[in-house]
């Protein structure tokens, strides 16, 4: 059995790639590292949609993405991990306004692979 301290690095090493895969605008660099990074089942719950599988999680990055050029995604404050979880606090926007969307994912990791992501946008539920 892993120790939680590993569990922990573990799970900030697939937030960090996680990170990446939001960054990519390259769709087919962004879906390989999808594939890499989610299990082929993944689930993404968001204010605006549920998603499922890798394709469906990057085809909606990419949309996200270039619906919004220049914006980019930062972690807003550290990252936060339990065994197999991880909150990541996140802020989204141009340079200028790094911070014109916000909000928080829960992810839940399993065999080194992210298979959720609970997503919390700040002020989307008022």
């Known amino acids: ?9 573990e799970a900030i ?3 960090k790639a996680h990170l990446r895969v939001w960054a990519e605008i390259d769709d ?32 909606f990055i990419g949309g996200l993405l270039k619906n919004n050029p220049g914006f980019q995604f930062e ?7 339990d065994h197999n979880m991880a909150i990541l606090c996140w802020k989204f ?18 065999d080194s692979l992210i298979t959720s992501i609970l997503v919390f946008v700040d002020g989307a539920t008022k």
Do not use: C, F, H, W
């Not at 962004?30 to 089942?41: E, F, M, W």
């Not at 972690?75 to 991990?81: D, H, L």
């Not at 926007?93 to 399993?110: H, L, Q, R």
């Open 75 to 81: 972690v807003a404050k550290p990252i936060e991990t």
């Open 93 to 110: 926007g141009p340079p200028s306004k790094p911070d014109t969307v916000s909000g928080e994912d829960i992810i839940t990791i399993a």
């Open 1 to 9: 059995m892993k120790s939680n301290e590993l569990l922990n690095r």
């Open 28 to 59: 087919e660099k962004r879906l390989a590292l999808a594939r890499q990074v989610y299990s082929d089942n993944i689930r993404v719950i968001d204010p605006g949609v549920i998603l499922s599988g890798q394709e469906e999680v990057s085809d």
């Open 13 to 15: 090493a697939m937030v």
